[in-house]
């Protein structure tokens, strides 16, 4: 990765360009319909040390659809979530995409895991699950490409659910004012 992803995740901005950038380095800054599954195979290209594996689904827990392994580099998906995946599920898809939300933000971009000492409140932006959350909702749900879609337009063309379709839109429009 070039040195353009050595960013701070200091807010929703910072992720969409961050997205973009991650589109741009493998050609899909124009792919509305963001193909997911093929990336986990693409990856590898891109990301050497990169793996993924597809389980069953008693090998993770129920509330867990799937998971990623900073230090190995490694993603574990569940069975059942692959084939919804392949099979055009918007919250599967977007399962896969918050998992590589987890490894870009945090071992492409090199963002630190601080240790939270006492009882502060971590700022949303600073928690990686928000972080892999927006990632994820702007890598599937691509401003450049939607901001003149409706929620049910983003739905259709970009295979989201409507959930994340609807949340896209807000937080693209309540930018305008
Ligand atoms: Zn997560």
Wanted: aromatic share 10%; net charge negative; proline share 3%.
């Amino acid at each position: 990765m070039k040195s353009e992803f050595v960013v701070e995740p200091k807010s929703r901005g910072t992720m969409r360009r961050l997205a973009y950038l991650f589109r741009e380095e493998l050609g899909l800054q124009d792919a509305v319909y963001f193909p997911i599954v093929e990336l986990l195979d693409s990856m590898r290209d891109a990301f050497p040390e990169f793996t993924y594996e597809i389980v069953t689904d008693e090998e993770l827990p129920k509330n867990v659809h799937a998971d990623t392994d900073i230090t190995r580099h490694h993603v574990r998906i569940k069975e059942s979530v692959y084939d919804g995946a392949v099979e055009g599920s918007g919250r599967d898809r977007m399962t896969i995409a918050h998992e590589l939300g987890h490894y870009v933000t945090l071992r492409i971009c090199g963002f630190t895991l601080a240790r939270n000492f006492g009882e502060e409140d971590v700022p949303a932006y600073k928690s990686p699950e928000w972080q892999a959350k927006c990632f994820a909702g702007e890598l599937m749900v691509a401003e450049h490409l939607t901001r003149d879609m409706s929620v049910e337009e983003i739905v259709e063309s970009c295979g989201v659910s409507e959930e994340a379709a609807a949340y896209q839109y807000k937080k693209m429009h309540e930018e305008d004012n």
